[in-house]
């Protein structure tokens, strides 16, 4: 045999065994992959005085348990940070307010899915609300007219009931942009801290959550609005490779009679869920006119 071809045999011999090595190590990867699967990241958003890593651990630990696979819970500071993770990647399940939900509903189509929302009763639903309340008894057309000279605070910029829901509102009256139109314009960072703006004199019209301001007597305020019922935020999903969005949702909806801790822990952080025991099919349709509301 030539020397030529002895270098030929070498080289096919080398070439068939690394390519079976390849494989052999291919085989033994993607089953190693699927054993030790990424944690799905559940994550909300922070707000005062309320655990909300606490809150949504039970939801977390119950779908780890359910999907078999582990789990990582985290809480970001605020709704637009928790969809801005959710468009980036770094979140599975989200827990959002109504206007982190809405602002998901802008991202790429396919970015996002909706899941099931607590199923709040009906006459606990009704109480979620918005007010807008003055220190002064003005009307909704007095409070425009004056409103140059009035300071405004308001709950914060990703709040539904002490947001964009009165924001709304406002614009109906005339004041498309408060900034602009009224003497000032805070956040305050909680309802409770809003309403004690307002009875400190530090503002002169507060929007808050109706429930807020219906728990206590309030002598020398007046109520100019209130808002019709605002639907609680649908919790989100980021659909990927290891990520089945729709199992996710059959597991929510199951998820009241298998572990009630789940709903008992969202009753925790979120009061507006009142006494929700399950969760269920959003209405999206109706969500999606909402999101015309938002900036």
């Known amino acids: 045999m030539s020397s030529l071809a002895s270098h030929t045999g070498a080289r096919l011999f080398t070439g068939t065994l690394l390519g079976l090595l390849a494989q052999a190590w291919m085989a033994l990867a993607i089953p190693a992959q699927a054993a030790n699967p990424q944690p799905l990241v559940v994550a909300t958003y922070a707000y005062p005085q309320r655990d909300r890593a606490a809150a949504i651990r039970p939801l977390a630990d119950y779908l780890g348990r359910q999907l078999g696979r582990p789990v990582e819970v985290r809480v970001v500071p605020s709704p637009t940070a928790l969809i801005a993770g959710v468009a980036a990647g770094e979140v599975d399940v989200a827990v959002p307010n109504l206007h982190g939900y809405l602002q998901a509903l802008k991202l790429p189509g396919g970015s996002v899915a909706t899941l099931p929302v607590p199923e709040v009763p009906p006459a606990q639903a009704q109480r979620y609300r918005a007010v807008i309340v003055a220190r002064l008894p003005l009307t909704g057309e007095a409070l425009a007219a004056e409103a140059a000279r009035l300071r405004l605070v308001l709950v914060g910029p990703d ?32 309802h409770a801290a809003a309403l004690a703006w307002l009875r400190d004199g530090r503002a002169d019209v507060a929007a808050l959550a109706a429930d807020v301001y219906d728990a206590e007597p309030h002598a020398g305020l007046h109520e100019i609005w209130r808002s019709p019922v605002i639907p609680p935020g649908p919790l989100l999903c980021r659909p990927s490779v290891d990520v089945d969005c729709a199992t996710i949702g059959d597991e929510l909806l199951a998820a009241g009679g298998r572990d009630p801790a789940v709903m008992a822990g969202l009753r925790m952080g979120w009061p507006e869920f009142g006494d929700a025991t399950g969760l269920t099919r959003a209405d999206e349709t109706a969500l999606a006119k909402l999101a015309e509301r938002i900036d």
């Open 159 to 190: 709040s539904a009931s002490g947001g964009f829901v009165p924001r709304g509102h406002l614009a109906d009256l005339g004041i498309a942009h408060p900034e602009a139109g009224f003497a000032s314009v805070d956040h305050a960072g909680s």
